[in-house]
């Protein structure tokens, strides 16, 4: 288990695809703390992934800064 799903373990978003990419980008973020989200994910995909989860009206960030 890695120290992001330690982290987030109390993470509940209401989906799990959710909370696994909370945990994705906050490992991502860690590896390259000075990155921009385009150059901190591994691959296009990825990015959009995080730009999606970051502008998801279901993601509440109480919850996330709570369960950090």
């Known amino acids: 288990m890695s120290w992001a799903a330690k982290e987030f373990g109390t993470l ?3 989906d799990a695809r959710l909370n ?3 945990v ?4 991502r973020l860690a590896q390259k703390p000075e ?4 150059n901190a ?3 296009w995909s990825e990015t ?3 730009y999606r989860f970051l ?3 279901d993601v509440n960030w109480d919850d996330v ?3 950090h």
Request: glycine fraction near 4%; include cysteine; charge should be negative.
């Open 20 to 22: 696994r990419r909370a």
């Open 12 to 14: 509940d978003l209401g």
């Open 41 to 43: 994910c591994q691959n």
């Open 65 to 67: 800064m709570h369960a």
């Open 55 to 57: 502008s998801n009206e």
């Open 24 to 27: 994705l980008l906050a490992e």
């Open 35 to 38: 990155a921009s989200f385009l």
């Open 48 to 50: 959009v992934a995080a």
